[in-house]
């Protein structure tokens, strides 16, 4: 599975911006998908997550109520909506497939495929 991130960009506090993440493959639908960030100096954290059929989705507490993520499998996309941004979310975004089809676990170890990360900057 080869995922390619987009639509990061410069936006003030209180925007929006939706990432998207594309991937390649007939197999995506079989795929627990995730968003993770990491800022300058800091460890990659876990933002969301949408399990393989969709009937689950997971956030972090920070993000709870602003992000949103979801996914088209039809276009093999799986996409984050993020509302209300603060500075602190800046940070580079990556999407990430989970190593294991038809595999709910969410979490950090279960990604075996990541993308190359999208820079988001929310300015104060």
């Known amino acids: 599975v080869q995922l390619q991130a987009s639509g990061g960009g410069l936006v003030q506090a209180g925007g929006s911006l939706r990432l998207s993440c594309a991937a390649s493959?007939?197999?995506?639908?079989?795929?627990?998908m995730g968003w993770f960030r990491q800022a300058p100096g800091q460890e990659r954290e876990f933002v969301a997550a949408i399990n393989w059929i969709s009937v689950r989705t997971y956030y972090a507490d920070s993000v709870k109520g602003r992000f949103t993520i979801s996914r088209d499998n039809d276009k093999n996309t799986v996409y984050l909506q993020m509302n209300s941004l603060k500075p602190e979310d800046t940070a580079v975004y990556y999407c990430?497939?989970?190593?294991?089809?038809?595999?709910?676990?969410?979490?950090?170890?279960?990604?075996?495929?990541w993308g190359q990360g999208t820079q988001v900057t929310v300015s104060s």
């Open positions: 493959g007939s197999t995506f639908s079989s795929y627990t």
């Open positions: 990430a497939a989970n190593g294991t089809p038809y595999s709910n676990d969410y979490l950090y170890p279960a990604y075996g495929y």
